[in-house]
């Protein structure tokens, strides 16, 4: 195959999928057991420093910050991000200094709310590098090659495009039509955080509502955990097995976290918590407000059941509950500056 252009941005998770094949081979067990563990145990077992690390959900969607704040909890170093849809997690993570470099499809801002401070500050002081750029659906197709077993998806997605020049795709010359397509690298992340509605002990997760791109990445990354708000009987995952996105066989750790989205939305439970959200952006525009909010939410929380009470307890999730229902309106900083 005729290589024509290259981009310029750092290959990072990419293997040989026959050596892939076989690190799966070797470290995966097909074995039906019980997966439940706590949380820190999973970080300690599973997350390791320099790990290429993905987060699931997308946007302030289902995202798993028990890990999030976990992971800098323990002082996780020099982690990689795939940035696919970072916004919530990737601001905390880059801000507390367990990330420094990400590969980034839409990072460095949260959305209606305004743009991330603190990673964004870390990337303009050199403390976080952006290796390299791609596409929403860019991502998407490198987790979806992992999950295949093929080194690359071809596509015309970026081609011509500044996206391009700074990823690390290829382009090469189609053999049939003689025209340029890009190739697009597979990705396995060595670790991927899930959180789901429910989950059994095996790790067979349901997810109710859109499944972004969890299905792609979950089988292709090495290492799976998940959160879930509730762990039920395997029975219950059986009533309705299609639901169930996430099979026990790739998940290696399952740990029941109630409102562990927080403060990201859980779809059909509770709403984003705009306040505590607003929070995080007003204090981080400073790297002592930065320390501060790291020092009250997570170095002094025990657990992140802890960080719940002192977040505002039974009150503020019956609240975020009753938002999502509609039962009550919404309060959030950026509705107020309007």
Known sequence: MEMLEQGRGELIGWHDPDENRRWVLENKSRELRDKRMSVPQAVREFVHDGDYLAMGGFGHIRVAMAVVYEIIRQRRQHLVLAGKTAVHDADLLIGSGCVDRIEVAYAFAQELRGLSPASRRAVESGACRVVGEISNAGYQWRFLAGMLG???????????????????CKVAR????????????????????????????????QIDGILIMDWELARAARRVIITAEEIVA???????????????????????????????????????????IGEWLDVSKTPEGTRDYLDRYVYNMSDFAAYLEHIGGATKRAYLEDVEHLRQPLRAPWLQKK
């Open 150 to 168: 093929v080194p690359f998806i071809p596509s015309r997605n970026m081609l011509g495009s500044d996206t391009f020049t700074h990823s690390a």
């Open 174 to 205: 189609d053999p049939w039509s003689g025209k340029p397509v890009c190739l697009i690298p597979a990705a396995y992340p060595d670790v991927a955080v899930f959180h789901v509605p429910r989950c059994d002990m095996y790790g067979n997760a």
């Open 234 to 276: 395997h029975e219950v995952i059986q009533e309705r097995p299609w639901l169930t996105a996430i099979p026990f066989y790739v998940v290696d750790a399952v740990c029941e976290v109630p409102f562990g989205a927080h403060p990201t939305t859980m779809p059909y439970l509770y709403y984003f918590d705009e306040e505590h």
